[in-house]
């Protein structure tokens, strides 16, 4: 037997290895899963983390600890000073700044060091607080722990509503997509307690720059994304429907350079979920279907002139105008053509169903 | 290894002869008693070993005819005796390995030279019960005995054909263990033949008490885990087995036959696979194939992902295990092994108490003990329900062997979990594959159909196929007829309104 003596060395130098790699057992970790960003000095930033403390057969009890440093790592050292287990970030499903921050400092750095953690996932939710990251995350919202209910949150309503897919993956493509302004998801806690999304904000440069409120997020998203679920009501002479949006999808198409022109068709299928009117037959169905698309295209000319006038492009028109325009000069994208340029909103709005009452 | 056996000795002949006689003598059970024909005055004596001769035969056949029949020469014996294997000789080896396996020798007084010897065996053979190892609802209930003859008989009848072949061996230099090889000339690889033969042959070892002894012996890599030679108690699976081309070793006085060459699907394949429908027979096998990567692997990915990889987990599960492993006082993998040890030792200890004892220690174990431990704090019951798991998944193999196997493979890759985590088991999974990839069966590759990839043999491995998509015998036996059956002659079936 040769191979016995090998076969026991490598088992040696197995054993002794071992001590090499990093061990984290799950019980005796703080498992981040929402971290939060304060604006504080101009020099300092404060971090609020929140962790769930599972406890057997009852919801897990949230706690929150705070630090104050100059940077992302720094500070969870300075939060780690406060804990029992080391603060680890592989659970990490929700990034909050607070708006002071968000609007002051920016948020690049901060982000970064996360992209860069390759404990943390591409996928986890970040988000802008209307007030204070600290305040946000010290409230109790629900059973869930606070880091996971806001993920809930903000995944449900990608999903079923109308806010666009978002997440940090899409944001750091986003900012580094020549052409197109990165936005995220803006929150706030109400006075009863609860966690309210009001709306999207946009970045430009780390800073935010722009928001819109939760009412023309649908049409934002309309613009941005593919697929949109969202309910929207319609008043015509008939009477007032609300309009359930099932099936959206939209396509650019340049029609000129110079200045620039660009068409977009917006198609929208969707179902009336509710009438008040007297009685809704093919005619009143086709004014629905006319009053909303001319809805929609109010409502997105009006965006896209906001956008202009604040300078950001959300919806990547620069980006469509690149891979269109051999040599595009995108370096005065942004500070002239992006003023120049006339968008063609050309809604097609069906409905495919009335519902079950005949 | 040194010749330490007399009998091998072939001079001396009268010397060794004297010594047979000493030693049989010193036999409290050796008997020889002389008789007087009273039609010839002829003297003979009828020397004999007591308790291996059935005394029926004895009285009631032998002795009555030898007594009133005439006869003055022993050559005239044969002719007078009823009985079917009687002999006349003066081949005194053979002599001494019949009087030992129950034959009675007779000698004339006066006629030193030759020896009558006729066989008067008494068997003690235990009847065909129901088999346990490899129980089935639906086929056949028989199973092998310890009596050679009575498992040749059983599987004889289910192959009437003269190309059933039996050859007989003798192995073990003092038990002289009687192994028979059996094949269907015509469809056997005569290679896999010669193997066996080869190997069977050079066995020295001085007693086979059972075949379990010839399968460590004469397998490709003695040294691995996995079973290189299928064992099995059903007569009928042996048969079925003949008929695809495959070699069966039978051994006196065990009640399990040897199949070779096999393959490790084959080990987690059941006989009533062939039984039942095959899309249920097929569903059952990826059953037991789940069973067995769940059993292997479920106590190594807990203990991996607790200990190293906490962000695997989804968030809702998280709750649940902190929570569980929150009171408890040791690591991960010392919780583990504790749970399975305790498993390891139920099992060890149902198997070596009598059935009844043994089912009462297995509710004790499983209930007590696990209840006992989880309120104690000493494991997390999340760990429990797991290790408990994977104990009941590796009972799902129809093979015994083979589910010894996966209760040992277990421990090394729990213990690589521990150490590197999920590298850890996927190195121990690569010295795994490359172990398989190594192994052969009568050398036949043992992984064969995955690897090699043999697209036809994939059809009765991890799936089983209907009969009609059956119609080769599995290429890896390298049969000298291929073909069961031509597909082309298959009739269709008539539909309802033709």
């Given at each position: 037997?040769?191979?016995?003596?090998?076969?026991?060395?490598?088992?040696?130098?197995?054993?002794?290895?071992?001590?090499?790699?990093?061990?984290?057992?799950?019980?005796?970790?703080?498992?981040?899963?929402?971290?939060?960003?304060?604006?504080?000095?101009?020099?300092?930033?404060?971090?609020?983390?929140?962790?769930?403390?599972?406890?057997?057969?009852?919801?897990?009890?949230?706690?929150?600890?705070?630090?104050?440093?100059?940077?992302?790592?720094?500070?969870?050292?300075?939060?780690?000073?406060?804990?029992?287990?080391?603060?680890?970030?592989?659970?990490?499903?929700?990034?909050?700044?607070?708006?002071?921050?968000?609007?002051?400092?920016?948020?690049?750095?901060?982000?970064?060091?996360?992209?860069?953690?390759?404990?943390?996932?591409?996928?986890?939710?970040?988000?802008?607080?209307?007030?204070?990251?600290?305040?946000?995350?010290?409230?109790?919202?629900?059973?869930?722990?606070?880091?996971?209910?806001?993920?809930?949150?903000?995944?449900?309503?990608?999903?079923?509503?109308?806010?666009?897919?978002?997440?940090?993956?899409?944001?750091?493509?986003?900012?580094?997509?020549?052409?197109?302004?990165?936005?995220?998801?803006?929150?706030?806690?109400?006075?009863?307690?609860?966690?309210?999304?009001?709306?999207?904000?946009?970045?430009?440069?780390?800073?935010?720059?722009?928001?819109?409120?939760?009412?023309?997020?649908?049409?934002?998203?309309?613009?941005?994304?593919?697929?949109?679920?969202?309910?929207?009501?319609?008043?015509?002479?008939?009477?007032?429907?609300?309009?359930?949006?099932?099936?959206?999808?939209?396509?650019?198409?340049?029609?000129?350079?110079?200045?620039?022109?660009?068409?977009?068709?917006?198609?929208?299928?969707?179902?009336?979920?509710?009438?008040?009117?007297?009685e809704l037959n093919p005619s009143t169905v086709k004014s629905v279907e006319k009053e909303f698309e001319k809805i929609i295209y109010e409502e997105c000319m009006e965006l896209i002139s906001r956008f202009q006038e604040k300078e950001i492009d959300p919806i990547g028109f620069g980006q469509f105008a690149k891979t269109q325009i051999r040599n595009f000069d995108m370096e005065n994208w942004l500070s002239t053509l992006y003023k120049d340029l006339s968008v063609d909103i050309k809604p097609k709005v069906t409905i495919t169903e009335t519902g079950v009452i005949e | 290894m040194k010749k330490l056996f007399w009998r091998r000795k072939k001079k001396n002949n009268d010397n060794r002869d004297k010594r047979l006689e000493d030693l049989l003598q010193k036999s409290k059970d050796f008997r020889s008693v002389s008789y007087k024909n009273p039609k010839t005055q002829i003297s003979f004596t009828l020397s004999f070993i007591e308790t291996l001769v059935d005394?029926?035969?004895?009285?009631?056949?032998?002795?009555?005819?030898?007594?009133?029949?005439?006869?003055?020469?022993?050559?005239?014996?044969?002719?007078?005796l009823p009985l079917s294997e009687v002999e006349i000789t003066n081949d005194k080896d053979q002599i001494e390995q019949k009087l030992l396996n129950g034959s009675v020798l007779l000698t004339i007084d006066g006629d030193k030279e030759t020896y009558c010897i006729f066989s008067a065996q008494k068997e003690i053979v235990r009847n065909v019960t129901l088999p346990e190892?490899?129980?089935?609802?639906?086929?056949?209930?028989?199973?092998?005995?310890?009596?050679?003859?009575?498992?040749?008989?059983?599987?004889?009848?289910?192959?009437?054909?003269?190309?059933?072949?039996?050859?007989?061996?003798?192995?073990?230099?003092?038990?002289?263990?009687?192994?028979?090889?059996?094949?269907?000339?015509?469809?056997?690889d005569m290679e896999n033949v010669n193997t066996v033969r080869q190997r069977i042959k050079e066995i020295e070892f001085d007693e086979i008490s059972d075949n379990s002894y010839i399968l460590q012996m004469i397998s490709d890599n003695s040294h691995s885990l996995f079973p290189q030679l299928l064992d099995?108690?059903?007569?009928?699976?042996?048969?079925?087995?003949?008929?695809?081309?495959?070699?069966?070793?039978?051994?006196?006085?065990?009640?399990?036959?040897?199949?070779?060459?096999?393959?490790?699907?084959?080990?987690?394949?059941?006989?009533?696979?062939?039984?039942?429908?095959?899309?249920?027979?097929?569903?059952?096998?990826?059953?037991?194939?789940?069973?067995?990567?769940?059993?292997?692997?479920?106590?190594?990915?807990?203990?991996?992902?607790?200990?190293?990889?906490?962000?695997?987990?989804?968030?809702?599960?998280?709750?649940?295990?902190?929570?569980?492993?929150?009171a408890i006082p040791f690591p991960p993998i010392l919780e583990a092994l504790f749970l399975e040890l305790t498993i390891e030792l139920l099992r060890e200890a149902g198997a070596r108490l009598p059935t009844k004892v043994g089912q009462t220690i297995g509710i004790v174990g499983g209930i007590v003990i696990g209840t006992a431990s989880v309120e104690a704090g000493l494991t997390s019951n999340v760990l429990l329900i797991i290790i408990a798991l994977a104990a009941l998944a590796s009972f799902t193999t129809p093979v015994y062997r083979i589910g010894n196997t996966i209760r040992l493979i277990r421990f090394p890759i729990l213990i690589f979990a521990e150490l590197w985590g999920l590298l850890g088991i996927f190195i121990c999974l690569c010295f795994l594959m490359a172990h398989l990839l190594r192994l052969t069966?009568?050398?036949?590759?043992?992984?064969?159909?995955?690897?090699?990839?043999?697209?036809?043999?994939?059809?009765?491995?991890?799936?089983?196929?209907?009969f009609t998509a059956l119609y080769r015998r599995p290429q890896y036996l390298r049969p000298k007829r291929p073909m069961r059956f031509n597909e082309r002659d298959l009739k269709k079936k008539k539909d309802i309104d033709e």
């Open positions: 037997m040769v191979r016995l003596p090998k076969i026991l060395t490598l088992f040696m130098f197995s054993a002794a290895l071992s001590g090499c790699v990093e061990k984290s057992i799950l019980d005796d970790i703080v498992l981040v899963n929402g971290l939060g960003f304060d604006y504080c000095d101009g020099v300092n930033i404060q971090a609020t983390v929140v962790y769930p403390d599972y406890l057997p057969d009852q919801p897990p009890k949230d706690k929150t600890f705070t630090g104050r440093a100059r940077m992302k790592k720094t500070v969870l050292q300075d939060i780690s000073r406060q804990t029992t287990d080391p603060v680890v970030t592989g659970s990490i499903n929700t990034v909050v700044f607070g708006r002071e921050l968000a609007e002051k400092q920016g948020i690049l750095d901060l982000v970064d060091s996360f992209h860069r953690d390759p404990r943390v996932g591409s996928t986890i939710f970040l988000g802008v607080i209307d007030g204070t990251a600290k305040e946000f995350l010290k409230g109790k919202y629900g059973i869930r722990s606070t880091g996971e209910h806001v993920a809930k949150i903000i995944e449900h309503n990608i999903k079923h509503e109308d806010l666009p897919r978002t997440n940090m993956q899409r944001f750091f493509s986003d900012y580094y997509q020549t052409g197109k302004t990165p936005f995220m998801p803006l929150l706030r806690k109400t006075e009863a307690g609860n966690v309210e999304l009001t709306g999207i904000s946009f970045f430009k440069y780390g800073k935010i720059a722009d928001s819109i409120p939760a009412e023309k997020m649908f049409f934002f998203k309309l613009l941005s994304d593919k697929y949109s679920e969202g309910l929207h009501s319609v008043k015509t002479k008939e009477g007032e429907a609300s309009v359930r949006d099932i099936r959206s999808s939209h396509n650019f198409s340049l029609l000129q350079q110079n200045p620039l022109k660009i068409r977009v068709k917006i198609k929208v299928n969707g179902i009336i979920d509710e009438f008040n009117g007297e | 005394e029926k035969i004895l009285h009631e056949s032998a002795l009555p005819k030898l007594l009133e029949e005439k006869f003055h020469r022993i050559e005239e014996v044969k002719d007078i190892v490899e129980f089935s609802v639906l086929g056949p209930k028989e199973a092998f005995v310890e009596s050679l003859k009575h498992n040749l008989n059983l599987i004889r009848r289910r192959l009437p054909m003269k190309e059933l072949i039996t050859e007989k061996l003798t192995v073990g230099n003092l038990s002289q263990t009687c192994v028979a090889i059996l094949y269907i000339e015509g469809i056997v099995s108690e059903r007569p009928d699976r042996v048969a079925a087995t003949l008929t695809e081309g495959k070699v069966a070793i039978l051994v006196d006085g065990s009640p399990h036959a040897l199949i070779a060459p096999t393959t490790l699907v084959e080990c987690f394949s059941s006989f009533e696979d062939y039984l039942l429908n095959w899309t249920m027979a097929s569903f059952i096998r990826l059953i037991r194939l789940f069973a067995i990567s769940f059993s292997v692997l479920a106590t190594p990915l807990y203990v991996a992902t607790i200990s190293y990889h906490y962000e695997l987990i989804p968030e809702d599960l998280l709750g649940t295990l902190v929570a569980s492993r929150g069966s009568l050398g036949r590759p043992y992984l064969e159909p995955l690897y090699p990839p043999r697209q036809y043999d994939l059809r009765d491995s991890i799936l089983r196929l209907p």
